[in-house]
T-cell receptor
């Protein structure tokens, strides 16, 4: 399974943008990049996913490098409710189960 | 609420006892996944169903673990002869189709004493 590398933790101030990086140098050409987050005592929650082009939704934006070896999840204005562990996940294109292989993620702390 | 529902939310059991967890996915979702999460780690894949068929099982799923999804609706995960190492959060997720987003339940926290 293709692996991702994320910083263990990051901090941000409330109402400021947050850029969460993810390296995935072994990504294959048809692997999708998914981001999920997990708030304390909750199950993971879908944030966004993409293949090659940058993606925006109501929660966040996903910026994908041209060579696809890295990506960045952008929270445009962090709130205290965004404090969570953020997971960057690759879904293996040849894996018909589309199971999610989680790493350790990035723990985001948001300061008021 | 039409999200993924898991019961019970918490379970404390003595070592050697059997336990069973239930997951009710979102009703139209054909795919159902079980994951296990220990403290400080990301969730680990255990098994996956498409409709009623169990199509993949992780090596983590020893022969003490069994999962079913009769009629492609709710699913159960049973652990026989529980061990302290089975203590974890057991998460269920469902999705409609392959690359669709997965919806997770809040999990069942198992403590084996």
């Amino acid at each position: 399974d293709a692996k991702t590398t994320q910083p263990n933790s990051m901090e941000s101030n409330e109402e400021e943008p947050v850029h969460l990086p993810c390296n995935h140098s072994t990504i294959s050409g048809t692997d999708y990049i998914h981001w999920y987050r997990q708030l304390p005592s909750q199950g993971p929650e879908y944030v966004i996913h993409g293949l090659t082009s940058n993606v925006n939704n109501r929660m966040a934006s996903l910026a994908i490098a041209e060579d696809r070896k890295s990506s960045t999840l952008i929270l445009h204005r962090a709130t205290l409710r965004d404090a969570a562990v953020y997971y960057c996940i690759l879904s293996a294109s040849m894996d018909s189960s589309y199971k999610l292989i989680f790493g350790s993620g990035t723990r985001l702390l948001v300061r008021p | 609420d039409t999200g993924v529902s898991q019961n019970p939310r918490h379970k404390i059991t003595k070592r050697g006892q059997n336990v069973t967890f239930r997951c009710d996915p979102i009703s139209e979702h054909n795919r159902l996944y079980w994951y296990r999460q220990t403290l400080g780690q990301g969730p680990e894949f255990l098994t996956y169903f498409q409709n009623e068929a169990q199509l993949e099982k992780s090596r983590l799923l020893s022969d003490r673990f069994s999962a079913e999804r009769p009629k492609g609706s709710f699913s159960t995960l049973e652990i026989q002869r529980t061990e302290q190492g089975d203590s974890a959060m057991y998460l269920c997720a469902s999705s409609l189709g392959g690359r669709a987003e997965a919806f997770f339940g809040q999990g069942t926290r198992l403590t084996v004493v």
